[in-house]
């Protein structure tokens, strides 16, 4: 089946510096991925939609400049928190729209970001 | 963005009773799909039900889905502790190429 591999699982960074989390679809090519965020004790929440060769679709009320996505290649998404701040810290997922007979969303497991 | 209301919001049951979990979303759907997480871990995908199904099951769980209530519920029967984590339900729209919006969730609690 589809497999999408995230790294890493668990980071922890220090208040200003940038972390680059990244999303990759192992066996299949995924032209379109999403990046959620989820917050302790909450649900999953729609962050932007990646588009391999175009700019990332943001969700209202997510800062494009604070949360670079990145889609150069059509098996790899990376978002990067810049400048980040512990109110970022919260469990980022991705998922990629597979095709073929495998339609579907196939989820990454997480990243577990904590910043102090 | 998220589609709407799961409830309950927590369900507390002993091993071997059922749970039923029930999900309200408020657009137009290809399909309506129902994720396991157990604390701090990943996704677990349970079950897809399309639009034009009202019925399905799979193994100990059953799904419904009305879509002119454009609710959902999800029962899992004969309940074990390993059942124990927050279930999702989670919409996908009629538009290709769009994301999944989840249900805010319930937390799920099976006592041995």
């Known amino acids: 089946g589809a497999v999408v591999s995230q790294h890493p699982s668990r980071v922890i960074c220090k208040s200003g510096t940038s972390v680059k989390i990244e999303c990759r679809s192992l066996d299949f090519q995924a032209t379109t991925m999403f990046w959620y965020r989820q917050f302790p004790k909450q649900s999953l929440m729609l962050m932007a939609t990646?588009?391999?060769?175009?700019?990332?679709?943001?969700e209202q009320g997510v800062e494009k400049d604070k949360f670079l996505i990145n889609h150069a290649s059509l098996t790899l998404s990376t978002l990067t928190v810049t400048s980040a701040h512990p109110e970022d810290s919260s469990f980022y997922i991705c998922?990629?729209?597979?095709?073929?007979?495998?339609?579907?969303?196939?989820f990454g497991s997480g990243t577990r970001l904590t910043v102090v | 963005s998220q589609q709407g209301e799961e409830d309950p919001q927590a369900l507390s049951i002993q091993e071997g009773e059922n749970a039923t979990m029930n999900c309200s979303y408020k657009?137009?759907?290809?399909?309506l799909q129902w994720y396991r997480q157990n604390s701090g871990r990943g996704l677990v995908h349970l079950i897809l039900?399309?639009?034009?199904?009202r019925e399905k099951h799979s193994g100990r769980l059953r799904v419904t889905l009305d879509t002119s209530k454009k609710s959902s519920s999800l029962l899992i029967t004969a309940s074990r502790a390993a059942d124990t984590a927050s279930y999702f339900c989670a919409t996908a729209s009629n538009q290709a190429g769009t994301a999944l919006i989840f249900g805010k969730g319930t937390t799920l609690s099976v006592s041995s």
């Open positions: 039900i399309r639009s034009n199904e």
């Open positions: 998922s990629a729209l597979t095709g073929g007979e495998f339609y579907g969303y196939t």
């Open positions: 657009t137009s759907i290809n399909n």
């Open positions: 990646s588009n391999e060769g175009s700019k990332a679709t943001y």
